[in-house]
């Protein structure tokens, strides 16, 4: 059964708290990205990866973290630095041989409410 | 970061009807794509059209792309009740930069 998997699907924490979000795949796709969406809006790029121990950050890497130690795991940490961090997060992998400009496949999203 | 914004926002059709979705851009771009996203759920990939391709086809789907107006649209025929999704625009630009996705249009297919 392959594809992206992401857990939690629901995460509730603490003003203050740090908090990591899993994103799993078994594509063998190269690249994987981090979005987030807020209710009735598009997507944003937090954070990309292109290859194992290289990412670079997006257009909302701020109060962000990630890390890429292994070609199928690219996790999340929303830090207390981000100041808004009630949304619903998105992870994607594409593997084609376009890219990152190729098709992304995405997982079923986590959705995190700071209270 | 260039987007592309889809029009209109928010659509609602009555089952068997056709639904059309527009998205325009910026600046020249290496692909378009389109893709789906039901509520709460991740986004699904529908189709992929490259700057040289004018129409595709895909089912009840048809994405055109006219590049000299920046635009391209996105066609269901026969809609079904089971359309109705948010659908989003995603650009992919020359070199080695990531897809940026639009706002997308919301559309709701009434039985």
């Known amino acids: 059964d392959g594809g992206i998997t992401q857990s939690p699907k629901y995460l509730f924490r603490k003003e203050g708290q740090n908090v990591t979000l899993s994103c799993e795949q078994n594509l063998n796709h190269d690249a994987m990205y981090w979005y987030r969406q807020d209710p009735g809006q598009g997507l944003r790029l937090i954070y990309y990866s292109q290859i194992v121990n290289d990412f670079q950050k997006g257009d909302i890497a701020e109060g962000y973290s990630v890390s890429r130690e292994k070609k199928e795991s690219f996790p999340l940490t929303v830090t207390s630095a981000q100041k808004n961090p009630t949304a619903f997060y998105l992870c994607?992998?594409?593997?084609?041989?376009?890219?990152?400009?190729?098709?992304?496949?995405f997982g079923p999203g986590t959705r995190l409410t700071v209270l | 970061s260039q987007q592309g914004e889809e029009d209109p926002q928010a659509l609602s059709i009555q089952e068997g009807e056709n639904a059309t979705m527009n998205c325009s851009y910026k600046t020249s771009i290496n692909n378009l794509q389109w893709y789906r996203q039901n509520s709460g759920r991740g986004l699904v990939h529908l189709i992929l059209i490259r700057s040289n391709e004018r129409e595709k086809h895909s089912g009840r789907l048809r994405v055109t792309l006219d590049t000299s107006k920046k635009s391209s649209s996105l066609l269901i025929t026969a809609s079904r009740a089971a359309d109705t999704a948010s659908y989003f625009c995603?650009?992919?630009?020359?070199?080695?930069?990531?897809?940026?996705f639009g706002k997308g249009t919301r559309l709701s297919v009434i039985a």
């Open positions: 994607a992998s594409s593997g084609g041989l376009s890219g990152i400009t190729d098709t992304q496949y």
């Open positions: 995603a650009t992919a630009t020359s070199g080695n930069t990531p897809l940026v």
